[in-house]
């Protein structure tokens, strides 16, 4: 099971954002990809020195969460969890559980999405990917991870909470940044700017912004290698409330050849200009 929300930054913290943007809470299934750390976990891949072990266990009356581990992405928290519900607590196959996160203090959480795994009827896996409008540079962040509602609307009485040290520090280092500062050209007129295109090893984002609010559709981008490689990036989300900043990722790509090409295309398909060639700094 997976599921996705979508919260834009800029109201107040807490319970009034959520009242206000629960009314444009994005919630699909997607088939492939929504959490990453799903993937990393199941595969034989090893980013053992991007997580941050935790194994640390609260209970409330809706069961006990234990929180696994964590993983520091580029401008977004991985967390992996394991929920054992009470005999009297009514589990059907769709639950969510969309924690909070401060970092060293702010919140920056702009969309939230998890997937939850039955494993029995006494045991839930909650995989949760917490995309950030930004991150702190320091090498260690200060998690403040709460788990306050469930399924996206009901509130938790007891919520389960969790203080975590992360570090990144070996993701800075491995982390690839392609400058880029073009403008492009949309069907409509519109017209963005490309900033930057950040690869770890976990994933790769497109950071573009515009002088004008644009809907999270109006454009999908291409990745193209040297020897011809293709990805596609789509599903853009806001990093602030006025839709013009925004960010594009796509998992468990990581870029690490000097110089790419990005393309920018319609959500039809159809490329908007040429090709632009990204070179790593």
Not at 104 to 117: A, L, W, Y
Not at 130 to 138: A, G, H, W, Y
Not at 192 to 213: E, G, Q, W
């Amino acid at each position: 099971m997976s599921n996705d929300m979508l919260l834009v930054k800029g109201q107040s913290k807490g319970s009034r954002l959520r009242k206000i943007w629960f009314v444009v809470v994005l919630f699909f299934i997607l088939v492939i990809g929504v959490i990453v750390l799903y993937y990393l976990l199941n595969k034989d891949l090893n980013f053992e020195t991007y997580k941050t072990v935790v194994g640390k266990t609260t209970e409330n009356s809706l069961g006990s969460l234990t929180l696994n581990e964590v993983i520091v992405d580029d401008n977004q928290i991985l967390l992996n969890a394991t929920f054992k519900p009470e005999k009297d607590t009514h589990i059907d196959y769709q639950i969510f559980f969309f924690p909070q996160v401060l970092i060293n203090g702010k919140e920056f959480t702009v969309r939230n999405g998890g997937q939850s795994i039955a494993q029995s009827d006494k045991t839930y896996t909650i995989y949760s990917s917490v995309k950030l409008s930004e991150l702190p540079k320091d090498e260690t962040l200060n998690l403040d991870i709460r788990y306050n509602d469930w399924n996206g609307k009901k509130a938790i009485d007891e919520p389960w909470n969790f203080q975590v040290e992360a570090s990144q520090k070996q993701l800075q280092e491995d982390r690839n940044v392609f400058s880029v500062k073009k403008k492009v050209k949309l069907i409509d007129g519109q017209q963005i700017t490309i900033d930057k295109v950040v690869s770890t090893p976990i994933s790769t984002t497109i950071y573009f912004h515009s002088d004008i609010a644009l809907l999270n559709d109006a454009i999908q981008f291409n990745i193209q290698s040297t020897s011809g490689e293709l990805w596609r990036i789509n599903a853009a989300y806001p990093l602030n409330e006025d839709y013009t900043q925004w960010g594009v990722r796509l998992d468990a790509l990581y870029l690490t050849e000097k110089s790419y090409h990005l393309i920018p295309i319609a959500t039809g398909g159809n490329e908007l200009g040429s090709k632009i060639k990204i070179t790593k700094k």
